[in-house]
C-alpha cells in the first residue's frame, strides 16, 4: 500500500497542489524549487565523501565527450529522475536530461570553482527558501507542505513545478482538468476545518 501511494501521481500532485493555489506562489515556486535542487546538488559536495566518485560513465553526445561522475550528488539527481519516470513516464523522460545535467554541473562546478561555487549556491540556496516561504505566507495563506510531507518538499515538489509548465503548454489536458478538480475539493475540505477549528478557537476564548 505505501509503495502505491509513492507512486500514485494523481495523490501525490494533489496533496502539492493543494498547497499551491496562488498564482504568484506557484510562479515563486517554479523559478525557486529547481534553484533550491540545483544549488542543494552543489553544497551536499560538502558532506565528507559526497564528491568521491564511485566510477565514471563516459558519454559522448552532440560531437562531445563527457565523463559522468556517480557522486553522491549526481546518483541523487539521477535517482530522483528515475523516480519520476516511474511517477508519470513521458513528462519524467522529458525532465530526466535536466536533472542529470544538474547533477553533472554539480560535479563541475564543484572541481573547478568550489569556494565560490558553494558561496553562491548558499547565497541562493537561501533566498529561495525566504522566497518560498514569503510565497506562502503572503500570497498562499498557507503554511508550506515542508511541514506535512517532507518527500513533497524535498523530492516531488520539483517534479511537480515541471507539470505545472508542461499543463500551461497544454499537456495532457484531462489529466490537468482531473487534477484541478480534485485539488479544488482538497482545498475546499481543508477551508472547511481551518473554519471550524476557528470558531472553536473562539468559543473557547469567550468562555
Same mark, same amino acid.
Given at each position: 500500500m505505501a509503495r502505491s501511494k509513492l507512486l500514485d501521481?494523481?495523490?501525490q500532485f494533489t496533496f502539492y497542489a493543494s498547497y499551491h493555489t496562488n498564482q504568484v506562489n506557484v510562479l515563486i515556486h517554479i523559478f525557486c524549487v529547481p534553484t533550491i535542487l540545483f544549488t542543494a546538488l552543489i553544497l551536499a559536495h560538502g558532506i565528507p565523501g559526497a564528491s568521491k566518485s564511485?566510477?565514471?560513465v563516459p558519454l559522448d553526445l552532440f560531437g562531445r565527450h563527457i565523463d559522468l561522475d556517480l557522486t553522491f550528488p549526481f546518483l541523487w539527481a539521477a535517482g530522483n529522475a528515475a523516480y519520476f519516470i516511474l511517477l508519470e513516464p513521458v513528462a519524467g523522460a522529458l525532465y530526466a536530461p535536466i536533472l542529470i545535467t544538474f547533477g553533472h554541473l554539480s560535479n563541475v562546478l564543484y572541481a573547478t570553482h568550489h569556494d565560490e561555487a558553494m558561496r553562491i549556491a548558499g547565497y541562493a540556496f537561501v533566498a529561495s527558501w525566504i522566497a518560498q516561504f514569503v510565497g506562502h505566507g503572503k500570497f498562499e495563506g498557507r503554511a508550506p507542505a515542508l511541514l506535512d510531507s517532507l518527500l513533497q518538499s524535498l523530492v516531488l515538489a520539483v517534479f511537480f513545478v515541471w507539470l505545472e509548465v508542461l499543463f500551461f503548454l497544454g499537456y495532457r489536458p484531462q489529466l490537468f482538468k482531473r487534477l484541478q478538480n480534485k485539488?479544488?475539493? +482538497?482545498? #475546499? *475540505?481543508?477551508?472547511?476545518?481551518? +473554519?471550524? #477549528? *476557528?470558531?472553536q478557537n473562539g468559543a473557547k476564548k469567550a468562555t
Open positions: 501521481l494523481e495523490q564511485l566510477a565514471t485539488t479544488g475539493i +482538497a482545498v #475546499a *475540505q481543508y477551508r472547511k476545518e481551518r +473554519a471550524a #477549528a *476557528q470558531r
